[in-house]
């Protein structure tokens, strides 16, 4: 499957204020990465910058695959419960790439049943989603993104509020994902989890801190200089600029570790508040 993204001095924001910059980096096909770091780190700005939700303010992102390829998951508390569908209807919102090949509504319904046997909802075609735990209604967005078929999965903190065994069962799914050689990108914030099941890691406060191997990324110095770096951060400040090579690019941020950072701890540097750097 294609499913590469290659990210090239990428800064995303909101009415010219940046959220997450200087990114650089590639998301190779296949890679099973996870995204970490503080709260209000990027990471689900970054999720909505690869899908085309959030403004590129500068650099690019270049994808393998079509937009429409891209399967993305949001974090549950923005997607309304209350809404009447049933878990049918929910699951079938994820065949939408295949309307157009005019595929029977008789099989489109059989793909949905399966997506639901195979998150372990079977019997739940009807349920309002209004009904459903926690637990069953992720599960039942996981189904969604089967039907989608997808060469690349993003997902915005799919854990978050459900039960152990719910998260046991979709990680098995995201392992299963990934060895058909699906490209999976997860924001997380169980760092248990992260070094467990997800080969690499990129760590970010705003902007990367490190990005590589996950036993070389979740280092306690790599850790505690995201920690410094989101409690600095100015929410105000404008776009930083930076010089970039014949390329257009810069990959400091492609290797675990990196040391220098771009120079965000200087003082009064824009994204970086003065009294913290000082």
């Not at 690019?249 to 750097?277: L, S, Y």
Request: hydrophobic share 40%.
């Amino acid at each position: 499957m294609s499913g590469g993204i290659r990210i090239r001095g990428l800064t995303l924001g909101y009415d010219r204020h940046p959220a997450i910059h200087h990114l650089d980096g590639t998301i190779a096909p296949g890679d099973l990465l996870a995204l970490v770091g503080p709260n209000g780190a990027g990471k689900s700005t970054l999720l909505k910058g690869l899908v085309g939700e959030v403004q590129v303010l500068e650099g690019r992102i270049e994808r393998g695959a079509a937009a429409g390829a891209i399967a993305y998951l949001p974090q549950a508390a923005e997607i309304d419960r209350d809404f009447p569908l049933s878990v049918l209807d929910l699951v079938a919102m994820g065949l939408w790439r295949w309307l157009g090949a005019w595929r029977s509504l008789f099989r489109g319904r059989a793909e949905c049943e399966a997506a639901l046997a195979a998150v372990g909802l079977s019997g739940f075609e009807d349920r309002p989603i209004g009904t459903l735990s926690g637990g069953q209604f992720q599960r039942a967005l996981f189904a969604r993104l089967i039907v989608q078929d997808a060469p690349v999965i993003l997902l915005d903190e799919p854990f978050t509020g459900i039960d152990a065994r719910t998260v046991g069962d979709l990680l098995a799914l995201i392992r299963g994902w990934h060895g058909q050689g699906r490209t999976v990108v997860a924001a997380l914030h169980d760092l248990g989890q992260v070094r467990a099941h997800f080969s690499k890691t990129l760590l970010l406060a705003r902007e990367p801190i490190a990005w590589g191997p996950t036993a070389v990324v979740l280092t306690p110095p790599n850790l505690e200089r995201a920690r410094h770096l989101s409690e600095a951060w100015d929410e105000t400040a404008a776009i930083c600029r930076r010089d970039h090579d014949d390329h257009g690019h810069h990959d400091h941020a492609a290797h675990a570790g990196h040391g220098d950072h771009h120079g965000h701890d200087h003082p009064g540097h824009h994204g970086v508040k003065r009294e913290a750097a000082e």
